[in-house]
Every structure is written in C-alpha cells, then in structure tokens.
C-alpha cells in the first residue's frame, strides 16, 4: 500500500504561485507513475499533470501547460506541482495519485487509471 499525502494548499491572489508537495510512504514510489488532479466544486475531477516513474516524461493538460511543472525526488519519495501565474479557474481541491508503472516512460492522464490517491490540499485563487 501507498499512502500520500498532499500539502501547500492555501488562498493566494491571481498572478501568485504555490507549490504543492506530495508525500508517500509505505513503498518507495521510485517505481510508480505520479499525478495531480483537481476538482472544483460542482465539477469532476479533471487531470493536471504527470510524470513517469524516472521524471524524464511529464504531460500536461492544455490549461496548465507553461505555469505548471511537476517535478519528483525518488531519493526522498516526493512529487511536487510549482504552480505560477495562478488564475481563479485554477481553484479546486489538488490530489496527489500514483500508479505503479507498467511499461517505459509511461505518463497516465485518466483518474482511473490510479491505484492509490491522497485525500487532498485547498487551492484558492483569488481575482
């Protein structure tokens, strides 16, 4: 089992930047495709970000693309999301999720595609 847990959550003003960290423990994830997702009130959970089980893949959702950056540190089993130039459609309620990589430099971009998920960290953008 995967535990992770997600922080750096807060309420910041459009144009701010936040980075988000998340935690595993149980396994090393050194092994493990990483995601973030997002979910804002009312809507579903929406990909952000993936990364492959080494870092050398990530993908984006079109939305995000070019203020967002994932990035992992196997060495400390952690995956952060650098989020810049914030908007308030950015707002929603960020997951961590990971998957156990199946083949090459795989990135997952669909929620069932995870195997295990954190229990969330508030983002707030404020116009």
């Known amino acids: 089992q995967v535990q992770l847990v997600e922080s750096g959550g807060g309420l910041v003003q459009a144009g701010d930047s936040l980075r988000l960290a998340c935690a595993a423990s149980?396994?090393?994830?050194?092994?493990?495709?990483m995601g973030w997702f997002r979910q804002a009130p009312g809507m579903e959970r929406e990909f952000v970000a993936s990364?492959?089980?080494?870092?050398?893949?990530?993908y984006y959702t079109d939305s995000v693309k070019g203020r967002f950056t994932i990035s992992r540190d196997n060495a400390k089993n952690t995956v952060d999301l650098q989020m810049n130039s914030l908007k308030p459609e950015d707002t929603a309620v960020y997951y961590c999720?990971?998957?156990?990589?199946?083949?090459?430099?795989?990135?997952?971009?669909?929620?069932?595609?995870?195997?295990?998920w954190g229990r969330g960290t508030q983002v707030t953008v404020s116009s």
């Open positions: 990364i492959s089980f080494s870092g050398r893949s990530t």
């Open positions: 149980g396994r090393t994830i050194s092994s493990y495709v």
């Open positions: 999720a990971a998957k156990r990589s199946v083949f090459g430099e795989a990135v997952l971009s669909t929620a069932g595609q995870y195997d295990y």
